[in-house]
């Protein structure tokens, strides 16, 4: 086996719908062996359903050096602001941005802050607006080449901070969650539906999981060398074809349906076209380390070539370009959780995006979703959220750790690190692949030598 499974009765719970109708711990009063035989009875069970759908948010690339929104936003503008040649309006920007809300107001997120930012550089520099410029709120002014270098520095900021690289380690128990993860989701039965994975990341770690697991996915785009978005893509399969002699074809079975609801750091816009290129990230891991003086200098180095973040989150776009992408794949969330027999796995997702959790709780009235959501705070809202569910039905559950284990060991339950090595059944195939790769590191360590 890849991993010790190790689990204890007071370590998990899981908090759904009990036979009842009441809300408990489906684990409570239940030996280590018998909570973990029942857990991952019930994931082994949902796993199985005809359509499976997992969305992922910041959380998951925690190991791997994201971070949370929050985090980003804060490393992003001090990034910026910090830049020798930022403009006076648009260092004044940042700054009432990173001021704390006034009494009793509410700040915007940052993904909504960035929409107006965005949609304000379009109108006062876009030729077809009959908009001259906008006014700030909090006093400035900006011109529209102001506006337009703080969308372009933080854009090419969030592509440093996101700019993560798959981390592989030297033994079965540090492999990435990434890899373990996807290993054990393309093991379903290939008779069952493509599993659609969603993900509301920038970075491109699963992309580079897949790669290095040989999994093929579709992900909007057409073309290698420098990819062209056609969302016909996702109505396409793989097959390989049987014996000659037989006359037909099987499913290939390492294969997924992925969509970047947020973009990525690999879109670009080239005349007016969205089009994908992975960069070189190994020049850009020492980013991370550096401190704020030190960013701010290697990104005004860098802005001149380096690509910026091609779609920035936001709300409310008002170039064509931009919209569609976004229009296509929420339309295609939306169509995956409508579909009969879904499972909706969520991890490392906070609820903190409306326009995303406005089209999950309209997804719970399909009557045979189930949901389970993965979250390693005992004492999260997201808890009371979930359970507010159960009027639309027994089918929404929350994975995370009991009190007791949370407080002894903070976030190391219920995270997507272990789910995905832990909790979620084992497979021979990711035995057989920690074998080859380990096969492999010998060879490339004795041909060193």
């Keep these: 086996m890849t991993t010790a499974n190790t689990f204890e009765s007071a370590e998990y719970q899981l908090i759904g719908p009990a036979e009842d109708g009441k809300i408990s711990n489906l684990l409570a009063d239940k030996s280590g062996k018998e909570a973990r035989q029942r857990l991952q009875a019930l994931i082994s069970e949902w796993l199985r359903m005809e359509n499976l759908v997992v969305l992922t948010g910041a959380g998951t690339s925690h190991s791997s050096g994201g971070m949370l929104m929050k985090d980003l936003e804060t490393s992003v503008l001090e990034t910026v602001a910090a830049s020798p040649d930022i403009p006076t309006n648009s260092s004044r920007i940042i700054i009432a941005r990173q001021a704390p809300p006034t009494a009793g107001g509410l700040k915007l997120g940052f993904e909504d802050w960035l929409s107006y930012l965005v949609n304000a550089a379009h109108l006062s520099s876009t030729a077809s607006s009959p908009f001259s410029g906008v006014t700030w709120k909090e006093g400035p002014t900006p011109s529209s080449s102001e506006l337009n270098w703080l969308t372009d520095r933080i854009s090419k900021a969030i592509f440093l901070d996101c700019a993560l690289s798959l981390c592989e380690g030297s033994g079965a128990s540090q492999i990435s969650p990434h890899l373990s993860f996807l290993a054990k989701l393309v093991s379903r039965d290939?008779?069952?539906?493509?599993?659609?994975?969603?993900?509301?990341?920038?970075?491109?770690?699963?992309?580079?999981?897949?790669?290095?697991?040989?999994?093929?996915?579709?992900?909007?785009?057409?073309?290698?060398?420098?990819?062209?978005?056609?969302?016909?893509?996702?109505?396409?399969?793989?097959?390989?074809p049987g014996e000659v002699a037989e006359g037909r074809v099987r499913r290939f079975d390492k294969f997924v349906h992925f969509y970047k609801l947020h973009g990525s750091i690999h879109w670009h816009i080239d005349n007016s076209e969205l089009r994908a290129r992975h960069p070189n990230l190994q020049a850009l891991k020492e980013f991370a380390t550096l401190d704020v003086n030190a960013k701010a200098a290697r990104l005004s180095e860098v802005a001149g070539f380096l690509n910026a973040v091609g779609i920035l989150p936001t709300a409310n776009k008002f170039a064509q370009t931009l919209t569609m992408p976004f229009a296509h794949l929420f339309r295609a969330f939306q169509i995956r959780l409508s579909a009969p027999q879904t499972f909706l796995l969520v991890m490392g997702y906070g609820f903190g995006d409306d326009h995303v959790t406005r089209v999950i709780e309209t997804a719970l009235m399909n009557p045979s979703l189930i949901m389970l959501v993965v979250e390693p705070d005992p004492t999260s809202p997201i808890i009371k959220r979930i359970e507010r569910y159960k009027e639309l039905g027994k089918r929404a559950f929350v994975l995370t750790a009991t009190l007791e284990s949370h407080k002894g060991n903070p976030f190391t339950r219920a995270t997507f690190d272990d789910f995905a090595t832990n909790v979620m059944p084992?497979?021979?195939?990711?035995?057989?692949?920690?074998?080859l790769r380990r096969f492999e590191k010998q060879i490339s360590s004795s041909g060193d030598a």
């Design 190 to 240: 290939s008779n069952l539906g493509r599993s659609h994975i969603f993900t509301l990341n920038y970075d491109t770690l699963f992309e580079q999981a897949f790669e290095l697991l040989g999994i093929q996915y579709f992900d909007g785009f057409t073309g290698r060398a420098n990819a062209r978005f056609d969302p016909s893509v996702y109505g396409l399969d793989i097959y390989w």
């Design 426 to 435: 084992d497979v021979q195939w990711l035995d057989d692949f920690l074998r």
